[in-house]
């Protein structure tokens, strides 16, 4: 919400918002079960009369035809004459197999849809609902959707990080939680002499495996099962990549992983630490305090930072020529980029 009250016409403070903020959930869950009962790879082929949806998704016909109609209202599915069908938005990101795929994304919301209702447990007990470790080993259904979420945002947002970042001439990256190694992958295509290990959990190094060979890059993109915080960083490295891994940890975190990685870089090495980050101060933008609500839910020491307390802590750590960049609209994710003196 914007910071001046919204007036009516008749100039008295309109309360629409806060309706529609309390109800914004009624369209997350229909999404949400829409994807995770099949709705849109049902209706992939072409349109479906409801009946013929909800003999094939196995629902029930009156309630599959309100169903429906909200997905309609919500432009996840169009009304034509032979039937109900896709929307273009849900052909071309909600069909499993589409090259823009987000349904492991969106299953990943999907689970913490019940840790959501758990805030203000969160609030009085200081500890999130949902243990990390369900998703990042313990729990392989819930890791999978994990690494192939984070997958699925990455080779969108990688596309944007590496041209953002010029890499030509770099040998050596170690990509500090690097998840399904999306990024090391995408650098790698980009820059033929570039290697890169990738440093995980093991649960989810296991993935990052498969996906790795799978982008055909396995001789240059090697994993690393470890814990960032505990573990010895090979040495030799003149770029880290520290991506979506700030999110989770305290300020005395950041500012050990800023200095491991310094000690891991070769004199001029260059650090590059992303994430989604708040401007200073914290209240904005609306979609970063979100996340770092989220993210509070979701791990330990979860919560956000603001990009120019990173750069003031690598610059304190001994990284000069620091820069912060944002990423192209409507990506919430900014660059800070440093180089060791
Ligand atoms: C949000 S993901 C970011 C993945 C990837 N870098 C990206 O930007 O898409 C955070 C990653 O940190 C990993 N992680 C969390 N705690 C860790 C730890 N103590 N040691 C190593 N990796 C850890 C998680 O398993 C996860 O893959």
Known sequence: MSDSPPLSPAGHLD???????????????????????????QLAGGAKRSEQVAADLGTQPRETLLLLKCCVALGLVTDTEEGFANSP???????????GFLGNAISYSDNLYATWGNLEQALREGRPPMATAEYTGDDPQRTRHFVYGMHDRALGIGQAMVSLVDLDGYRQMLDVGGGPGTYSVLFARRNPDLRSRVMDLPGVVAIAEEIIESMGVADRVTTLAGDYLQSE??????????SGVFHRESEAGCRSLIQRARDSLDPGGRLIVSDVFTDLGGTGPLFATLFGVNMMLTAPEGGVHADGDVA???????????????????????????IKA
């Open 15 to 41: 309360p629409g918002p806060l309706m529609q903020l309390s109800t914004a959930y009624w369209g997350s869950q229909t999404l949400l079960t829409a994807n995770r009962i099949g709705l849109f790879e």
């Open 89 to 99: 938005l849900s052909q071309a990101f909600l069909v499993p197999g589409a090259p």
């Open 233 to 242: 960083y090979p040495s030799g490295n003149d770029v880290v990549l520290i």
């Open 312 to 338: 003031a802590w690598m610059a304190q750590a001994g990284f000069t020529d620091l820069e912060k960049k944002p990423f192209p609209d409507p990506m919430p994710h900014r660059l800070v980029t440093g």
